[in-house]
């Protein structure tokens, strides 16, 4: 099946995912340490003087929509290589600073680095956000180079053997496309009245979580090839754990259920039809640890080098229902209207609100349990 573009709200509106991404950034923020030793302690990307004379280091961000999280990622990547690549370095002065010599042998001793930078998104992103917020893009004194890379990563983005750091930052919970079983009438997997597989039979969630896999799959095949011998990879996946332990614990998911019974709500009241309902389903599936990890475990390609839950607590914060909701309206809204039209929107978004402060556990980070996975992985020689 062809793979559908679905963005985030584009353009810096009170909508937009540019002002309603707080929950994400907290993330990128709590990541920052690991993603400090990830470099100091594994960055050693096969570079050779032939391949790489000016010595270009290239690092994507796959899924970056329109920032500013995708800045702040990547500056503390190139930060961290900044940190630990020291120009006109010599072999013994190497030695003698205690450097990593596996990393410090790869540059040329007297150049200093210079910095490619990918921001990838679906073809429908708006770039345009993207490229006249990016930070400090002077004429003459740029960080790094930038480039937009349209289209999805599920597939081939980049030449062969040409990323040396790849990021990829709460998008792989985003499928190619809905399962198309649930969407069958005639199958036992028809997800009637929901918009997504929370509380739904067995068959839709299974329908999900065989889409999740095989999108990761390709997504490693595809990085694969593009990624150099030894080069890394982190990737931030938003999960659930494997076993709810607390029966007071909120599957994630929960938030697709209120925002599919706002749906239906406006369905029973006639401001929709249930025929558009019954055919409106998230690509959307927060995979339980275990699913992520017997992918990853399974590829031949990448090692893992470390796996963890990041520690949230000092990020992670629902201030009130209002900011809760416009989370997840700036990353769906452009969904929905697509399928149901522009003049549902406000409704909806309002009940859904209502919907929220009703059950105002849900904001509750200590029962909310969104996990999110780290995943640092190193292409094999
Ligand atoms: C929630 S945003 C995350 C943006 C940013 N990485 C951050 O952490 O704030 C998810 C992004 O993944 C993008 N995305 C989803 N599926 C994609 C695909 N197949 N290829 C490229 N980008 C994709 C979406 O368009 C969206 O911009």
């Known amino acids: 099946m062809e793979n559908q573009s679905f963005a985030m709200k584009g353009g810096e509106g009170p909508h937009s995912y540019l002002q309603n991404s707080s929950l994400q950034r907290n993330a990128i923020e709590a990541q920052k340490k690991v993603i400090e030793e990830a470099i100091a302690n594994n960055f050693n990307p096969i570079i050779t003087h032939t391949q790489n ?47 990593d010599r596996k990393f410090y042998k ?8 210079e910095f490619l930078v990918f921001f990838n998104d679906q073809v429908s992103n708006d770039f345009n956000t993207l490229f006249k917020n990016l930070p400090n893009y002077n004429l003459n004194n ?7 890379v349209p289209g999805s990563f599920h597939g081939r983005l980049f030449p062969k053997q040409t990323l040396h750091f790849v990021h990829s930052s709460a998008s792989l919970n985003w499928l190619s496309n809905v399962p198309k079983e649930i969407m069958d009438r005639r199958s036992s997997a028809w997800n009637k009245g929901r918009i997504h597989c929370i509380n739904a039979p067995k068959q839709v969630r299974e329908a999900y979580e065989a889409q999740f896999k095989e999108d990761f799959e390709s997504f490693l095949d595809a990085r694969a090839q593009e990624v150099v011998g030894n080069g890394l990879m982190a990737l931030q996946i938003p999960t659930t754990p494997d076993i709810i332990v607390e029966s007071s614990d909120i599957d994630p998911s929960t938030v697709f259920e209120l925002l599919g019974s706002s749906l239906m709500d406006m369905a029973k009241a006639g401001m929709i039809s249930e025929e558009k309902v019954d055919s409106f389903n998230l690509p959307l599936f927060f995979s339980p640890i275990k ?30 229902a209002n900011i809760f909701v416009s989370i997840f309206r700036a990353a769906l809204e452009d969904l929905i209207e697509k399928h149901f ?34 995943v640092l992985l190193k292409r094999k020689m």
């Open 291 to 320: 699913g992520v990890k017997q992918i990853v475990e399974r590829n031949e390609f990448f090692s893992i080098e470390t796996m963890e839950a990041l520690d949230l607590e000092n990020f992670y914060a629902f201030p009130n």
């Open 341 to 374: 039209g522009g003049a549902i929107i406000d409704d909806l978004f309002d009940r859904f609100t209502q919907k929220v402060l009703e059950f105002p556990e849900i904001l509750n980070p200590n029962k909310f349990k969104l996990v999110m996975l780290f």
């Open 142 to 148: 740029k960080t790094y180079f930038a480039c937009g």
């Open 106 to 113: 790869l540059f040329p001793s007297n150049k200093t680095l």
């Open 53 to 99: 004379p000016t010595n270009l280091i290239c690092i994507a961000d796959l899924g970056c929509s329109t920032g500013p999280n995708t800045f702040i990622a990547i500056q503390t990547i190139i930060q961290a290589i900044q940190s630990h690549y020291v120009p006109n370095i010599t072999m013994a002065n190497r030695d003698n600073m205690n450097l």
